[in-house]
Structure formats: C-alpha cells, structure tokens
C-alpha cells in the first residue's frame, strides 16, 4: 500500500555530513508516522528518529540527538535525515519506515541507503 526509495547516502569522511531523503507514495494518506533505523554490519537493527506527519514532533536515539536532524515535507510525501558531525561508527545501512498510528509497529520499509564514514 505504501512505497518508500530512500536516497542520499554515499561516502563521507568523519566530521562531515549528509542529507538522506525517503520518499513516499501509494496510500499515504494511510501513513500515521516516519521513522529512520539503521543497521551496520553484524549489528541488529537500531531506531534512529521518528517523525509524525501532521504535528511534526520528533524524537531521537541518544547516539544522533545533537547531531541528526529528522523533517519532512508533506506536499511531497518525504522525509528527510540532517546528518551532521557524522561518525565512522555512523556507518550503516539507513531504512525508513511508514507507521499506521502512534501505537503501531512500522508496517512498510524501504529497501536502505548505504552511509559509510571514513576515519
């Protein structure tokens, strides 16, 4: 019912930045809530931020808060990731994720966005 292409990631080196997008469509209207995860190698998956839809409020994992930056544009279905002061233990594959309500479980994925971080 919901479709979602992340896009952004790339090669940085420490200390720099990057702007992931994740961009939404089919039954959106259906979509309650944004939510960015990540999962390096070996790792299990971790949350990152979440976002909701209509009233835009946020929250972050302790590892990115002051550094990571979730928004979205509502007009365009998408989602974006502010990474900033970007870490090599930031390397991961980077998912959104769509939510059905404040209360649920994340319903649709997308398929991942390498960021890789050199030291």
């Known amino acids: 019912q919901v479709q979602l292409v992340e896009s952004g990631g790339g090669l940085v080196q420490a200390g720099g930045s990057l702007r992931l997008s994740c961009a939404a469509s089919?039954?959106?209207?259906?979509?309650?809530?944004m939510g960015w995860f990540r999962q390096a190698p070996g790792k299990e998956r971790e949350f990152v931020a979440r976002i909701t839809w209509s009233s835009g409020n946020t929250y972050y994992a302790d590892s990115v808060k002051g550094r990571f930056t979730i928004s979205r544009d509502n007009a365009k279905s998408t989602v974006y990731l502010q990474m900033n002061s970007l870490k090599p233990e930031d390397t991961a594959v980077y998912f959104c994720?769509?939510?059905?309500?404040?209360?649920?479980?994340?319903?649709?994925w997308g398929q991942g966005t390498q960021v890789t971080v050199s030291s």
């Open positions: 089919g039954r959106t209207f259906s979509s309650y809530r």
């Open positions: 994720a769509s939510g059905m309500s404040a209360f649920s479980s994340y319903d649709y």
